[in-house]
């Protein structure tokens, strides 16, 4: 009796640790999707900023001139 037990045991805590491995991968996939979506936004929103102070830049000395 006392031997099932302990293979119960095991083999409970190696189907937990599989779990916890599947898992710690999928949040590490999504962290690095998330990551690279954010980096893909930032750069256009400072292309369009920049875009932006270039266009001002471009207003202002046509009111100089």
Not at 7 to 13: D, F, G, T, V
Not at 57 to 63: A, F, V
Request: proline share 0%; with cysteine; aromatic share 6%.
């Amino acid at each position: 009796m006392r031997g099932t037990v302990e293979k119960s045991k095991l083999q409970n805590w190696r189907e937990k640790a599989k779990q916890r491995r599947l898992k710690c991968e999928y949040w590490k996939r999504r962290s690095q999707g998330l990551e690279e979506s954010r980096d893909n936004w930032k750069d256009k929103a400072k292309a369009r900023l920049e875009e932006i102070r270039k266009l001002e830049q471009q207003l202002k000395c046509l009111g100089k001139g």
